[in-house]
T-cell receptor
Framework: AQSVSQHNHHVILSEAASLELGCNYS??????LFWYVQYPGQHLQLLLK??????LVKGIKGFEAEFIKSKFSFNLRKPSVQWSDTAEYFC??????????FGAGTTVTVRA | KAGVTQTPRYLIKTRGQQVTLSCSPI?????VSWYQQTPGQGLQFLFE???????NKGNFPGRFSGRQFSNSRSEMNVSTLELGDSALYLC????????????FGPGTRLTVL
């Protein structure tokens, strides 16, 4: 079955540590890839997206993600996290069928 | 531009009742999608509308339905509510749907007692 997998359910780290969240998908063909973030009490916001071109995409707040087609992966990274990055992060895939399929989400807790 | 708005923000219903949720997309966006978010199942796609036509539907029972009006505003309806329908219902809009980026509203928190 087609799916989106996020490897970590909950990540806890200290400020200034580096963050990497894994995302793998099982859709064949062309897909569009997204990372969304949900801060406590706020609605889902787009962090970054990949449609085509350079597989390394940069988003807001210092986040970036790398699309590796051969591995069906779209991992999210941030070199140095802040307390304000505490949130839930969702990887999503759109295989051009008018809907987003989401991973289960990763809760990131940054300790001051 | 104003973002996606959803009303009401919170709703409490009892089993067997029906409920209607409303979504106003970003101005100029013609595609509206609905998602259900629960702790156990995560974010699941309900349906997508474009120019008043449903283009895709998720794997939900027929009790869940929706529609879109000529001004792109959308409503979703859940009939014969069950306890398991308690969730955050999210609406997202995009210019044309398909692979376009979807922008989400704050959601309607539905509690079924």
């Amino acid at each position: 079955a087609q799916s989106v997998s996020q490897h970590n359910h909950h990540v806890i780290l200290s400020e200034a540590a580096s963050l990497e969240l894994g995302c793998n998908y099982s859709y064949g063909g062309t897909v569009n890839l997204f990372w969304y973030v949900q801060y406590p009490g706020q609605h889902l916001q787009l962090l970054l997206k990949y449609f085509s071109g350079d597989p390394l995409v940069k988003g807001i707040k210092g986040f970036e993600a790398e699309f590796i087609k051969s591995k069906f992966s779209f991992n999210l990274r941030k070199p140095s996290v802040q307390w304000s990055d505490t949130a839930e992060y969702f990887c999503a895939v759109n295989p051009n069928d008018y809907k987003l399929s989401f991973g289960a989400g990763t809760t990131v807790t940054v300790r001051a | 531009k104003a973002g996606v708005t959803q009303t009401p923000r919170y709703l409490i219903k009892t089993r067997g009742q029906q409920v209607t949720l409303s979504c106003s997309p970003i101005s100029g966006h013609r595609s509206v999608s609905w998602y259900q978010q629960t702790p156990g199942q995560g974010l699941q796609f309900l349906f997508e509308y474009f120019s008043e036509t449903q283009r895709n539907k998720g794997n939900f029972p027929g009790r869940f339905s929706g529609r879109q009006f000529s001004n792109s505003r959308s409503e979703m309806n859940v009939s014969t509510l069950e306890l398991g329908d308690s969730a955050l219902y999210l609406c997202a809009s995009s210019p044309g749907g398909g692979a376009d980026t979807q922008y989400f509203g704050p959601g309607t928190r539905l509690t079924v007692l």
